[in-house]
């Protein structure tokens, strides 16, 4: 036998002892058929009014209150019930990774490692998944149920639901309208008030009553009709700010004169800005630019003198 030919059945033979090796770990017990994998699907028809998101690194609860769903008492995104659903519907789990409870701590599913996930009604618990580490599939991950030692992959959007953090959850509107019904917008900054109001010919600028540069109108209120907050200031953070006197403060009217908006704003320096609506304590942050498009003075918002 040349040594070309032994070289090559070595490797060979190699092989297939890494893989039955493999298969005897991940599996627990290689001679045993695989069991068939739980389904998602059914647990999409439960009916959950919370979920509870916990691990070693932090703990989240989504509450149900009628329509509105909240983060740890936060108000939260308005399509949250209906992603849990989703998820839950979408959901793939793939074959038997292992049965063997000494592989759950390596998969990420054990107590300690996973990021774990219950879905209540009325108190009681309904289902308890354990969703743990990456799988080999960049969108793929291990996952197994609550009192059960099998592991098995898990494709979908609930890897991704799971990971969430509570800002995450947030809703991170801060103000939303149809541009095209404001008919007044308000600006005050310390030393200066001023109004821009739309007309038959255009908007303009009160109470000097010079005529306001579309173009800048059109951006800022751009803008605001669907303002988005990039965070949110801590509570600590929050709790320690004064906004007396506010950086600059808009009030946004409609054609009617229904009030479609009202913000505070408060400057950050470098690194960006708070606004919080009026009467709220929810402070949202926004980037200095942002704010700085919305925040005009007359100087800038004069026709030909834009900039």
Do not use: C
């Not at 297939?16 to 045993?32: H, P, T």
């Not at 990774?97 to 990021?115: D, K, T, W, Y």
């Amino acid at each position: 036998m040349s040594d070309r030919l032994l070289k090559s059945l070595l490797i060979v033979l190699a092989v297939l002892v890494v893989a039955w090796a493999a298969v005897r770990f991940l599996g627990g017990d290689g001679d045993e058929p695989q069991s068939a994998p739980f389904s998602l699907e059914s647990s999409a028809t439960l009916t959950f009014d919370s979920v509870l998101i916990a691990s070693s690194e932090d703990t989240l609860h989504l509450l149900r209150a009628g329509e509105i769903w909240t983060v740890n008492g936060y108000e939260a995104l308005a399509e949250t019930g209906a992603s849990l659903k989703r998820a839950l519907e979408q959901g793939e789990v793939g074959p038997l990774v292992s049965r063997n409870p000494e592989n759950h701590e390596r998969l990420g599913v054990s107590e300690s490692a996973a990021r774990q996930m219950t879905f209540y009604s009325g108190g009681a618990s309904q289902l308890t998944l354990f969703i743990g580490g990456r799988g080999r599939a960049y969108d793929q991950a291990y996952v197994r149920r609550d009192d059960e030692d099998e592991t098995y992959t898990l494709r979908g959007s609930l890897i991704s639901l799971a990971g969430r953090g509570v800002d995450d959850w947030r809703d991170k509107i801060i103000v939303e309208f149809d541009r095209e019904m404001v008919g007044r917008v308000e600006l005050d900054y310390p030393g200066e008030s001023l109004a821009v109001n739309r007309e038959d010919a255009g908007w303009r600028i009160v109470p000097s009553g010079a005529a306001a540069d579309s173009v800048e109108v059109s951006n800022m209120l751009t803008l605001l009709a669907g303002l988005r907050a990039i965070g949110f200031a801590a509570d600590s953070v929050a709790d320690t700010l004064s906004w007396q006197p506010p950086t600059g403060s808009v009030r946004v009217v409609g054609l009617g004169g229904a009030e479609l908006g009202d913000l505070v704003f408060l400057d950050r320096g470098d690194v960006g800005a708070y606004v919080r609506r009026a009467g709220s304590p929810v402070v949202y942050t926004i980037s200095t630019h942002i704010a700085n498009q919305i925040l005009k003075h007359e100087e800038h918002l004069v026709r030909g003198e834009s900039g």
